[in-house]
């Protein structure tokens, strides 16, 4: 997988593979920085995406999470 290096005009988001400018302005608002300073793979708007649709899921099948971790501690406590 080839690297992206400063020179590099747009920077790809890996999940949507929408272009960004690739200079410090853009990278903090589109991607952000992780608490060790590592760049994001995805930008916000993918990050976003991925916590709604996520809590969206669960919310949705609450019941059958709930079943299927009481069948778990039955098996695990057997």
Do not use: P, Q, W
């Amino acid at each position: 997988m080839a690297e992206e290096s400063k020179h590099d005009k747009y920077i790809i988001c890996s999940k949507c593979k929408s272009k960004y400018i690739n200079d410090e302005e853009h990278i903090s608002n589109d991607f952000g920085y992780t608490r060790l300073e590592d760049r994001y793979k995805t930008c916000a708007r993918c990050r976003v995406r991925n916590k709604v649709n996520c809590k969206t899921y669960a919310g949705n099948r609450k019941e059958e999470l709930v079943a299927y971790r009481k069948t778990d501690m039955k098996i695990s406590t057997s």
